[in-house]
């Protein structure tokens, strides 16, 4: 045999260090261009004034929050074309704060990316956060990445947003997508 372990049979090794830089690496591979950002610090049109709350904010001194009444958080919605000129093989990163005052054990809790032609979607991403660890009273950063396989037409529309079916109570900020180009690119 060629490799032993050297740790006891009933002990697991931590990987994370090993995990984080092998995503490190690949980070390198390519570069991040801000497509859409939103701190919640104005108004925009569509958004009900209520949901801007003073009592937390990751950043300035507002943010968005989740309760009773909203089931959606507000979308940010990009257009193909404004990405990339490549129609295949792009990958999208949104990132949120979040802050959730109780825990997140009953109610599912979704981040959604969405491809849509003409508001049909025909690639749909959504990430459970039930499978992340929140801790309660805490600001915690959370990233998702999308490959968008293949983008029909420029015209269509990139939409991220969280859904909450279940209306529960949470603070979102500094809601964030970037595409991550490759740093070389062999296939348009």
């Known amino acids: 045999m060629l490799f032993r372990s050297v740790l006891p049979q009933n002990e697991k090794a931590d990987n994370f260090a090993l995990m984080d830089s092998i995503a490190a690496e690949k980070e390198k591979a ?67 704060f979040l802050f959730f005052p109780d825990s997140l054990q009953s109610g599912q809790v979704l981040f959604v990316v969405s491809l849509e032609e003409k508001n049909q979607p025909y690639q749909y991403e959504a990430m459970s956060l039930n499978d992340i660890k929140f801790n309660v009273n805490q600001w915690t950063k959370v990233s998702f990445t999308v490959h968008l396989k293949e983008i029909k037409s420029y015209n269509d529309i990139v939409k991220v947003y969280l859904w909450d079916p279940g209306k529960k109570k949470f603070y979102l900020d500094d809601f964030k997508v970037e595409a991550l180009i490759p740093n070389m690119t062999y296939d348009k």
Not at 34 to 56: K, M
Not at 71 to 82: D, H, Q
């Open 30 to 96: 390519y570069r991040h261009k801000i497509l859409l950002f939103y701190d919640f610090e104005n108004q925009r049109r569509g958004i009900d004034s209520l949901n801007l709350s003073r009592e937390q904010a990751y950043s300035g001194s507002r943010s968005f929050k989740m309760y009773k009444k909203t089931e959606f958080s507000p979308g940010l919605e990009i257009k193909c074309s404004a990405i990339s000129s490549l129609k295949k093989n792009i990958r999208i990163r949104a990132s949120a």
